[in-house]
């Protein structure tokens, strides 16, 4: 399994309307092969938009489609540039 996280840090009264569009995303996803889940993580001074996928091949599927053009294109439709990491992941329980 591949998850990969986008932190963002921004001030939690600002960050309503970056959490409603990942959430508006994240239904849109259910539907991508390969893709797992969606979290976010909130705290006071950071979002973290927590993806899970079968593979890195789906992840990577998945930027190089519409959907992913839709939810990141210019014109201001994609989220504030943050930091992206990717990390195996294995549930154990």
């Given at each position: 399994?591949?998850?990969?996280?986008?932190?963002?840090?921004?001030?939690?009264e600002?960050?309503?309307?970056?959490?409603?569009?990942?959430?508006?995303?994240?239904?849109?996803?259910?539907?991508?092969?390969?893709?797992?889940?969606?979290?976010?993580?909130?705290?006071?001074?950071?979002l973290?938009?927590?993806?899970?996928?079968?593979?890195?091949?789906?992840m990577?599927?998945?930027?190089?489609?519409?959907?992913?053009?839709?939810?990141?294109?210019?014109?201001?439709?994609?989220?504030?540039?943050?930091?992206?990491?990717?990390?195996?992941?294995?549930?154990?329980?």
């Open positions: 399994m591949l998850v990969t996280v986008t932190r963002v840090q921004i001030p939690k600002q960050q309503g309307h970056l959490a409603a569009a990942f959430r508006k995303g994240a239904q849109e996803l259910k539907q991508f092969p390969g893709f797992l889940g969606f979290e976010l993580w909130l705290n006071d001074t950071t973290e938009a927590v993806s899970r996928w079968e593979s890195r091949q789906a990577e599927a998945y930027t190089q489609s519409d959907l992913f053009r839709a939810h990141h294109g210019r014109g201001g439709g994609g989220p504030p540039p943050g930091q992206i990491e990717y990390f195996d992941g294995e549930v154990v329980t």
